[in-house]
């Protein structure tokens, strides 16, 4: 006699090819969730490295920043002294100037010119007086020009005067210290003074 299988076979394979879907498609999705969660672990960690590299990036910066303005606060302060020492060395080498001014006008006024006023502004001399004849104003301002600390001679005019007792003649004059003030560029208190002579 044959033998007949009176189990629900077919059933049975159903059953088992259902268990076996549901293993791949579990095995499946657990693998995917495992893929996705390594990925994100690791970019993850590549943000928070990253992050940590821009907080490192940005303290130095601010570093940097801090010490860029003590640098600008110490060129600044570099430039302040050395202004000073400047000015004090301009002031040391120009501080004869009137003296030496004084000294090469004395040299430069020949005898029978009269100084009535003597008035510097700055670099500027303005000489004022008498004059016995223009020769000996000729011979000033040739004196002026070969001066070393005078230059720029400029006589603005020549009057008779109004004492027709006397022949002296009236006149001013212009000149430019060439010295240490008109060098450096340092403007002397306007001092004006009176020298005179009878």
Do not use: C
């Not at 002294?81 to 000294?103: A, C, K, P, V």
């Not at 500027?124 to 600390?149: D, H, I, T, Y």
Request: glycine letters at 6%.
């Amino acid at each position: 006699m044959a033998y007949i299988n009176l189990l629900p076979w077919r059933e049975a394979a159903r059953k088992e090819r259902q268990k076996q879907y549901l293993t791949v498609l579990t095995a499946t999705a657990l693998f995917s969730f495992l893929l996705m969660f390594s990925i994100n672990m690791v970019y993850n960690a590549r943000i928070d490295g990253q992050l940590q590299r821009n907080s490192y990036l940005d303290n130095e910066i601010k570093v940097l920043e801090q010490r860029i303005v003590e640098i600008r606060t110490l060129n600044d302060k570099k430039k302040s002294l050395q202004q000073r020492m400047s000015l004090i060395e301009q002031l040391q080498s120009s501080r004869n100037l009137g003296t030496q001014i004084m000294d090469e006008i004395a040299k430069v006024v020949p005898a029978g010119v009269y100084l009535t006023q003597f008035e510097k502004k700055g670099a500027f001399l303005l000489l004022v007086g008498k004059s016995e004849s223009n020769n000996r104003l000729s011979n000033m301002l040739r004196e002026a020009e070969s001066s070393e600390l005078l230059a720029d001679p400029l006589l603005e005019f020549i009057e008779a005067g109004k004492d027709s007792s006397t022949l002296l003649s009236n006149f001013k004059m212009h000149l430019t210290v060439s010295g240490f003030d008109a060098i450096h560029g340092i403007s002397q208190p306007e001092t004006p003074g009176k020298r005179g002579a009878k």
